[in-house]
C-alpha cells in the first residue's frame, strides 16, 4: 500500500499495512498513486514534479520517466504492470512496456478537456473521461470511440474485466453506467442522490455509489440499488470479490 501526507514525502508500506516508511524521493504530496497486481511497478502523478513517477522494484526506488516533463492528473496501470495510461487535460499517454517509455495516444482530438482515466486488469479496455463523455479502446489504446453524455463528470469506476464502466457526474441525473465493455451507456435513473465516488468489484457484480449522506449500493450488476447508510464518504475501496468496502 502506498499512502501520502498534506506536506511531505510519501509513504509506502509492505507488510498489509502494519508499519510505513517514507519513501526516497523529490516528489511531495502526490495526487493519484497506483499499483500493480504484485505491487512490483508502482506510479505517481501530481505533487511537486511534472512527470510521472515510477518504480519497477516493490517502491524501493523511484525515477522520473523520460520524456515526461509536464504535470498529469490521474494514471492507471493494468494487473501485470505492462500496460499504464496518464492523462493530463490536453493529452494522454500510453506505456506498453512497464512504464519504461511512454507515447501519445492517437485518436484523441487535442481541443478537449481529458479528466480520468481507467485501464481493464488486462489492459485491452481503456476509458478517458473528458468534460462531456467519455472516450473508450477496446484494443490496448489503438483506436477510440466517443461517447457523449453531456455532463461534466466527477468521478470514473470500472470491473477489472472491462466490462462494466461507471461515470458520475454531481446530481442524480448525471450516473451513467455501461455493461458491454464501453459500447453503449445508460442512464441510472430512480436514485435521488448527489454521487461523489463509485467502485465496481472485480465481475462488475457489485457497485458502490457514494453521495453527499452516505452511499448506495448494488448487487446484481447495477440493476436495482438500496440504501446503506448515513455518512459523508470521500473515497470508496473495495476488494476484488466485492466482500470487504
Same mark, same amino acid.
Not at 502523478?45 to 490521474?74: C, E, H, P, Q
Given at each position: 500500500a502506498i499512502g501520502k501526507t %498534506?506536506?511531505?514525502?510519501?509513504?509506502?508500506?509492505?507488510?498489509? +499495512? =502494519?508499519?510505513?516508511? %517514507?519513501?526516497? %524521493? $523529490?516528489?511531495?504530496?502526490?495526487?493519484?498513486?497506483?499499483?500493480?497486481?504484485?505491487?512490483?511497478?508502482?506510479?505517481?502523478? +501530481?505533487?511537486?514534479?511534472?512527470?510521472?513517477? =515510477?518504480?519497477?522494484?516493490?517502491?524501493?526506488?523511484?525515477?522520473?520517466?523520460?520524456?515526461?516533463?509536464?504535470?498529469?492528473?490521474?494514471?492507471?496501470?493494468?494487473?501485470?504492470?505492462q500496460?499504464?495510461?496518464? %492523462? =493530463?487535460?490536453?493529452?494522454?499517454?500510453?506505456?506498453?512496456?512497464?512504464?519504461?517509455?511512454? $507515447?501519445?495516444?492517437?485518436?484523441?482530438?487535442?481541443?478537449?478537456?481529458? =479528466?480520468?482515466n481507467a485501464i481493464s486488469s488486462s489492459g485491452q479496455i481503456i476509458v478517458v473521461t473528458y468534460a462531456s463523455g467519455v472516450y473508450v479502446s477496446t484494443n490496448f489504446g489503438i483506436s477510440w470511440k466517443q461517447t457523449v453524455l453531456g455532463f461534466s463528470n466527477v468521478h470514473l469506476s470500472m470491473s477489472s474485466t472491462g466490462q462494466y464502466i461507471m461515470v458520475v457526474g454531481n446530481n442524480s441525473s448525471r450516473i451513467y453506467a455501461s455493461s458491454d465493455y464501453g459500447a453503449t451507456f445508460v442512464q441510472v435513473t430512480g436514485l435521488s442522490i448527489t454521487p461523489s465516488y463509485s467502485f465496481i468489484s472485480a465481475n462488475g457484480q457489485y457497485q458502490i455509489i457514494s453521495h453527499g449522506t452516505g452511499m448506495v449500493s448494488s448487487v446484481d450488476y447495477g440493476k436495482t440499488w438500496t440504501t446503506n447508510t448515513n455518512y459523508v464518504y470521500k473515497g470508496i475501496a473495495m476488494t476484488s470479490n466485492g466482500r470487504i468496502v
Amino acid at each position: 500500500a502506498i499512502g501520502k501526507t %498534506t506536506s511531505v514525502q510519501p509513504y509506502v508500506s509492505s507488510d498489509f +499495512g =502494519r508499519t510505513w516508511t %517514507t519513501i526516497a %524521493t $523529490t516528489m511531495v504530496t502526490p495526487d493519484y498513486v497506483v499499483i500493480s497486481a504484485s505491487g512490483k511497478y508502482q506510479y505517481y502523478v +501530481g505533487g511537486s514534479i511534472n512527470t510521472v513517477l =515510477r518504480s519497477s522494484d516493490y517502491g524501493n526506488t523511484w525515477n522520473d520517466i523520460a520524456g515526461l516533463s509536464v504535470a498529469y492528473t490521474d494514471v492507471a496501470v493494468s494487473s501485470s504492470g505492462q500496460y499504464v495510461v496518464a %492523462t =493530463r487535460s490536453s493529452e494522454n499517454v500510453l506505456s506498453t512496456d512497464y512504464g519504461v517509455t511512454f $507515447t501519445a495516444s492517437s485518436g484523441l482530438p487535442t481541443n478537449v478537456t481529458l =479528466r480520468n482515466n481507467a485501464i481493464s486488469s488486462s489492459g485491452q479496455i481503456i476509458v478517458v473521461t473528458y468534460a462531456s463523455g467519455v472516450y473508450v479502446s477496446t484494443n490496448f489504446g489503438i483506436s477510440w470511440k466517443q461517447t457523449v453524455l453531456g455532463f461534466s463528470n466527477v468521478h470514473l469506476s470500472m470491473s477489472s474485466t472491462g466490462q462494466y464502466i461507471m461515470v458520475v457526474g454531481n446530481n442524480s441525473s448525471r450516473i451513467y453506467a455501461s455493461s458491454d465493455y464501453g459500447a453503449t451507456f445508460v442512464q441510472v435513473t430512480g436514485l435521488s442522490i448527489t454521487p461523489s465516488y463509485s467502485f465496481i468489484s472485480a465481475n462488475g457484480q457489485y457497485q458502490i455509489i457514494s453521495h453527499g449522506t452516505g452511499m448506495v449500493s448494488s448487487v446484481d450488476y447495477g440493476k436495482t440499488w438500496t440504501t446503506n447508510t448515513n455518512y459523508v464518504y470521500k473515497g470508496i475501496a473495495m476488494t476484488s470479490n466485492g466482500r470487504i468496502v
